[in-house]
């Protein structure tokens, strides 16, 4: 199995040898029990890393790690992003999680008109960082060294926008007549992907979508749930584009 990752920033300071305290100290030393002489990846999540040598574990929250070289994983491409609707419950923080795991590189929430849930005031902030820390743990957990980006909940009128601006711009919906497995897709830029919520997405966002260069597509001949529908598409795409080969 590869070395545990752990998050630090300012991966660079004060030379070869680097204490992780805090939080990530704390998970290091007293959830992972880490020991010298075990090996560790820390990240700044934006794709600097640096693999290190446990060299002691002190107290309950300091570890003290031999770091290597500072080395930067390139942007991939192309790069995949998913306007993801917002589900009921905790199924946002799913399709975050399982999206992470597999490989996406941004996620964009969207108040489509047919999502039940609303993020208003301080129960919106308080998802966004909940789909934000989600993303943090699931890119450590799958051992990433770049995280995906959450942005800002967008409207469906910034969705539009962000697709206009796709190298590749597709909405997941079932009157779609190609399926998203045989489409030509770019080997550079951006694909932009939405992925609609469980009642749908509106006639009037698909023209909206329409518009600004998005087509329909399926994915087959099943219908999944909007929580795990975007984390099936990530998947594919990654493997047509060769991301996974």
Do not use: N
């Not at 290597?68 to 995949?80: D, K, L, M, T």
């Amino acid at each position: 199995m590869t070395a545990p990752v752990f998050v630090a920033e300012q991966l660079d300071r004060g030379g070869p040898q680097f204490v992780l305290d805090g939080p990530e100290g704390r998970h290091a030393v007293s959830v992972k029990r880490l020991r010298p002489g075990e090996d560790v990846v820390l990240t700044d999540g934006r794709g600097r890393w640096a693999e290190g040598v446990v060299r002691a574990a002190e107290g309950k929250d300091r570890l003290v790690v031999d770091l290597g070289a500072v080395e930067e994983e390139p942007e991939p491409q192309p790069r995949i992003t998913v306007v993801q609707a917002l589900p009921k419950g905790d199924r946002g923080e799913l399709a975050v999680e399982t999206m992470t795991e597999t490989g996406v590189d941004a996620i964009v929430p969207w108040a489509a008109s047919r999502c039940i849930t609303q993020w208003k005031g301080e129960r919106g902030l308080k998802a966004l960082a909940k789909w934000r820390a989600t993303a943090r743990e699931a890119g450590k957990q799958s051992r990433r060294v770049r995280f995906p980006e959450v942005a800002d909940a967008a409207s469906s009128k910034q969705v539009a926008a962000l697709l206009a601006k796709a190298d590749f711009a597709a909405v997941l919906h079932e009157s779609g007549e190609e399926p998203l497995a045989t489409v030509e897709l770019p080997t550079e830029g951006e694909i932009v992907l939405v992925v609609g919520p469980e009642g749908g997405v509106s006639p009037e966002e698909l023209a909206l979508f329409a518009e600004a260069g998005a087509k329909p597509y399926v994915l087959g001949r099943t219908v999944l749930r909007t929580s795990t529908a975007g984390t099936a598409a990530v998947a594919l795409l990654l493997g047509r584009t060769g991301r996974w080969s």
